[in-house]
Structures are given as structure tokens and as C-alpha cells.
């Protein structure tokens, strides 16, 4: 037996379209989505394979910079011992060229009788160190030569010596510890034992001698010019 639709054929076709338009609509609907996974699916992909190439770049960084670290520590060293080589070559003394100095600049007729040499933190040179006197400040710090002997033409003498040890090359100033006629027992310009010892005896001094005792304030080579300060006492201009 046949089926028979007894719907008039205008009818039939108006109810049958809209569920047609209706499922091409959803189809449609269905092939953006899926589009749009698709889409989203490869940028994803795309994202995570460029995090996986960054992070094995900065993996292979990461090894060569722990490679390079021993480079790197060794030229911080070597900066650090060039400084501190700079620094003690700045702070370093030509005893050489100072002891010619002084024995060039000795007059015929003045002798020395002791000579000490040094400079804070120790000897220098073979000599034993010297302290600068109380007050004078800064130049505790500073290299020293501490001479004692006699000057023929007794305090004119030693004021004569003075001067020429001040134009010394390299010595800042000249500081009188203690001077006194041969034979006298008191001393002028300074205290002390050494300047007690000085005043107290005239062994191979002459007559017409003074003895003194005096310091000269050094500057260490590739130190600054500038002067000294002043302090009390007998020191040259």
C-alpha cells in the first residue's frame, strides 16, 4: 500500500523550509566553531613549540655562561691585583735615590752620627721604622729619615742644614727634634728621648759644633704634592 499525503503541495513546501534553513544554519554554526578550534589548536602548538625552542636557548646560554664564569672570575682577579699592585707602587719610597740625596746634600763640615728610615706599618729597606712625632697629624702616615749628628758653626749651622735638606727632592718638610751647643745640657726645638740622648753628649763633635736631631717628612712616589701640615716645633719654610 502506498503512502498517501493528502497536504495540499503549496503548504508541503512552505513547512518544509524552515527547518531546512534552520539546519544549514546550525551546520554552519558547527563549521565556525570547528574553524575556530582549529585555528586556536595550531596557535597554541605554535606558542608551546617557540617556549620549547626559547627554553633550550636559554638552557644552552646557561651552560656556556657557567663555562665563561671561571673567565670571568679570573679577570675580576686580575683587576683586583693590578689595583692593589698600583696601590703599593704609589705608596712605595726610592731609598736609594733619598740616601744619595742626603749624602750629596751633607755640607764638608757637619757629620752624621745615626740615620733611621721608615714608614708606617714597619720597616722599609733594611731600616728601623720611625714615628712621627706627637701632632703632627697627618704625615704619621708618611715615610720618615731621622738624622742625628753635629753642624759646624753651632745653631746657624743646623738652620744652614735644615734649609738644604728641605730642597731635598722628594722631602716635604724638615722638622726639628732637638739641637744644642757640644757640651751644653739642655737641647732646644724638641723632647724626647733621642733628643736627650743628643743633648747629653758631644762625643766627635767640635767645639764650635751643634748636635742635633731632626726628621725628614718623605713623599712616597705617585703621591699627592700637596703640603704637609704644620706642625709645633722647629721646621724649615
Not at 498517501?4 to 546550525?26: D, I, T
Not at 742644614?161 to 751647643?181: C, F, P, Y
Request: net charge positive.
Amino acid at each position: 500500500m502506498n503512502a498517501v499525503n493528502l497536504m495540499p503541495a503549496g503548504e508541503r513546501r512552505s513547512s518544509s523550509a524552515p527547518g531546512v534553513y534552520a539546519l544549514l544554519g546550525a551546520l554552519a554554526v558547527v563549521l565556525v566553531l570547528i574553524s575556530a578550534y582549529a585555528l586556536l589548536s595550531k596557535s597554541v602548538s605554535d606558542k608551546r613549540a617557540q617556549l620549547s625552542s626559547v627554553t633550550r636557548q636559554a638552557d644552552a646560554a646557561e651552560a656556556v655562561a657557567r663555562e665563561l664564569s671561571a673567565y670571568t672570575e679570573f679577570a675580576a682577579l686580575r683587576r683586583e691585583r693590578a689595583q692593589a699592585i698600583a696601590t703599593i707602587a704609589g705608596q712605595r719610597l726610592d731609598w736609594a735615590h733619598t740616601l744619595r740625596e742626603i749624602a750629596r746634600t751633607m755640607p764638608a763640615d757637619a757629620k752624621l752620627t745615626s740615620l733611621h728610615g721608615g714608614a708606617a706599618g714597619g720597616a722599609q729597606g733594611g731600616t728601623t721604622a720611625a714615628a712621627a712625632p706627637a701632632g703632627a697629624g697627618a704625615a704619621a702616615s708618611q715615610p720618615t729619615v731621622e738624622l742625628g749628628g753635629c753642624a759646624a758653626g753651632g745653631q746657624d749651622g743646623v738652620a744652614r742644614l735644615m734649609v738644604e735638606l728641605r730642597r731635598i727632592d722628594g722631602v716635604q718638610r724638615v722638622q726639628l727634634k732637638s739641637s744644642a751647643k757640644s757640651g751644653a745640657t739642655g737641647a732646644t726645638g724638641g723632647s724626647g728621648p733621642s733628643a736627650g740622648a743628643s743633648a747629653g753628649s758631644s762625643a766627635g763633635c767640635g767645639d764650635d759644633s751643634a748636635q742635633f736631631q731632626m726628621t725628614l717628612y718623605l713623599r712616597a712616589h705617585g703621591a699627592s704634592a700637596a703640603p704637609a701640615p704644620q706642625s709645633t716645633g722647629g721646621t724649615t719654610p
